[in-house]
């Protein structure tokens, strides 16, 4: 049989979570990491990092509307989604998704960014003209009150909303990390180490990706980067990378050393199929060089040209080291026989619908989303805004 | 119309063929099939598979089974003598690494053994119809369930194609239905054993490898056979319940 190795039980050959269930942790892991990173300012103070808050409610905003539709268009039937809300079966991970996605999403990330632009709003929607006008009056909800007691009000509830959305950024991905690692059939996923390590990756993946966004779109706009800020990110970044590290190595060297049934088998996975992928990609160059680079900016007192290109080099390299993880998890998952005797292969299409192309389509679409979502909302302050506006 | 005697004759078995098959219509109910008296499983008697593939023929008939994809299946295990090099170490171990083989099921039967060393034996696979059964835990909507006589279920009507399931079976006894999108699987024949029929399987098994067994009737023989008998279930450490009872089960078997 082409593309098989060894022996697979008959119904293995084919693989029936593609690339797009790979994106899907990937995705969701942006989100968390994006709103840990604006609730470090929120709720535990660090004010350094203060220009990058609402970018990154923002960016967690355009990923998790996104986070749902590599979910939905795998589905054999895409329209009986809905059952998941309507006849949710109590003993599955997966049925869970849609709720705490919901709650993600309106009860916290929305919530939160109405709450923190509700005053820009009720200004835009006095100045601006047209359909402009007709959206962000929508936007108010009605509630136009911007006194200054009402504004202290959205403040103190806003603290409120991001202390309950830690805790709901944890379980949105510890959830979906409990997804795979619940799986006792499968050996590769099955490990109470799993959410954790998603978690710690995400937040790896998010901070790092609000931290590119960041110097982009300064850059961009022709402004000065705040190297405060981007400095006290990266350092976030390297001690959370450090935490998700050990994590990984302590899930490897425990599976290594306790050699169960399935060690020879995925042993020898990871040395052919998975070699480029886990060992080169996600271990070497999407873990070990950034975290180097990082430890660098931390112990060397470097010129700014060269922290800022550190930055952007380790950002980069943790993304596709992250990106790397989540596809080894979910398509290594499924490259070895539950029989422990024999491989498969992954082939990706290119055009239907779990191929190459929807796969790229749907990572470059929150980027979109971010665009009209910085547009509508601007994340930044803004300097032409006359300061009488907003005592009336 | 001129219809000549000697091609009624022809047409008229045809037409009362047919007819059978309007009157047959949809399956009648099984009014005297109570499913609380049942509770199914199946005993596999490994000495006794000869690997003709007549059980996996028969399930794919029986159940429009896709090509490529398999209700049921037959394993051909290859278990050698200890291999040694010349010097007298022992290179592997065959417990752990047996060979295996299962050209397109064992639909069409195996190749001729040539091995004259170690040992070959057939294994007949299928849903082990576990009463604790991970598949059915991971459904996001309840889709996938056991009935109350035991038998694992998918409603094709509910099923959102997520294969979850697929992944959550220790078996790889499910696969998603390539034309209809959802998942797949054994129904223990369930049209069938409500009726108070056997299953395609079994029904074609020319050596009695395969037997239905019901373990609420104290009358089955299989309550004699497992007093009698060194029984076996796979993965026994995946405590998944199951009740696919195997005869004589090698330890090489996963």
């Known amino acids: 049989m082409s593309g098989v190795e060894g022996y697979m039980y008959p119904n293995e050959i084919t693989l029936y979570w593609s690339v797009l269930i790979v994106l899907y942790p990937y995705i969701t892991g942006l989100v968390a990491g994006a709103f840990i990173l604006a609730s470090l300012e929120r709720v535990f103070r660090v004010e350094a990092v203060k220009p990058t808050y609402r970018l990154a409610l923002l960016t967690a905003l355009a990923f998790l509307l996104v986070a749902p539709l590599p979910l939905v268009l795998h589905l054999g039937h895409p329209f009986r989604s809905p059952e998941m809300y309507f006849t949710p079966h109590s003993t599955s991970a997966m049925a869970m998704f849609g709720y705490v996605y919901m709650w993600y999403l309106m009860a916290v990330l929305v919530f939160e960014i109405w709450l923190d632009y509700r005053r820009e709003i009720v200004l835009f929607s006095r100045s601006s003209t047209g359909l402009l006008r007709l959206i962000y009056k929508v936007m108010t909800l009605g509630s136009t009150n911007i006194s200054e007691r009402s504004l202290a009000i959205d403040e103190r509830v806003g603290w409120i909303v991001t202390l309950i959305g830690i805790p709901s950024a944890f379980l949105l991905h510890g959830y979906v990390g409990f997804i795979f690692g619940s799986i006792k059939a499968n050996p590769w996923w099955s490990s109470p180490l799993m959410p954790v390590v998603f978690i710690f990756s995400a937040m790896v993946s998010g901070v790092a990706g609000v931290m590119l966004l960041y110097m982009a779109l300064t850059r961009l706009r022709k402004e000065k980067i705040d190297m405060h800020c981007v400095d006290t990110i990266a350092m976030y970044m390297f001690y959370i990378f450090i935490i998700d590290f050990s994590l990984e190595m302590l899930d490897l060297i425990h599976r290594i050393y306790e050699a169960d049934e399935s060690f020879r088998s995925l042993d020898f996975m990871v040395h052919t199929q998975l070699y480029f992928s886990q060992i080169v990609l996600q ?15 931390q112990v060397v007192k470097l010129p700014e040209i060269a922290r800022k290109r550190i930055y952007v080099v380790s950002g980069c390299l943790a993304l596709i080291g992250i990106f790397a993880m989540r596809w080894n998890v979910v398509i290594g998952g499924q490259l070895f026989s539950k029989s422990f005797l024999g491989y498969t292969t992954y082939k990706m299409s290119l055009v239907t619908r779990e191929g190459l192309l929807v796969a790229i389509f749907l990572t470059l679409l929150p980027l979109a989303f971010l665009w009209a979502l910085v547009k509508l909302l601007p994340p930044w302050p803004d300097k032409s805004e006359p300061e009488g506006v907003a005592a009336d | 119309m001129n219809l000549s005697r000697r091609r009624l004759m022809i047409l008229l078995p045809a037409a009362a063929v047919a007819w059978k098959s309007v009157l047959a219509g949809t399956p009648e109910e099984s009014p005297n099939y109570k499913m609380s008296e049942h509770w199914w499983g199946m005993l596999i008697d490994i000495p006794k598979c000869i690997g003709c593939g007549n059980c996996v023929r028969a399930c794919q008939v029986e159940n429009d089974v896709p090509d490529g994809h398999f209700r049921t299946w037959i394993e ?59 598949c059915t835990q991971v459904c996001p909507v309840g889709a996938t369930f056991i009935s109350p006589d035991g038998v694992v279920l998918v409603d094709p009507t509910y099923c959102l194609g997520c294969a979850y399931c697929v992944q959550a079976c220790p078996y ?63 993965k026994p450490q995946m405590a998944t319940g199951a009740k696919l009872f195997y005869n004589d089960l090698d330890g090489s078997v996963r």
């Open chain 2, 172 to 234: 790889g006894c499910r696969y998603i239905h390539p034309e209809k999108n959802v998942a797949d699987k054994c129904t223990l024949c369930y049209h069938r054993i409500t009726k108070g029929l056997t299953t395609a399987c079994c029904e074609a098994c020319p050596t009695g490898a395969r037997q239905l067994v019901d373990l609420k009737n104290p009358n089955d023989p299989i309550h004699e056979f497992l007093k009698t008998h060194s029984v076996q279930v796979l």
């Open chain 1, 283 to 297: 271990i070497g160059l999407g873990t070990i060089l950034p975290l180097i680079l990082l430890f660098l900016t």
């Open chain 2, 76 to 134: 051909r295990y290859h278990r050698s003598d200890w291999p040694m090099t010349e010097s007298g170490e022992v290179t592997a171990n065959p417990l752990i690494v047996p060979e295996v083989i299962s050209p397109d099921g064992g639909k069409e039967g195996f190749p001729v053994a040539t091995d004259t060393e170690g040992k070959y034996f057939f294994v007949p696979k299928m849903c082990n119809h576990c009463s604790d059964s991970p």
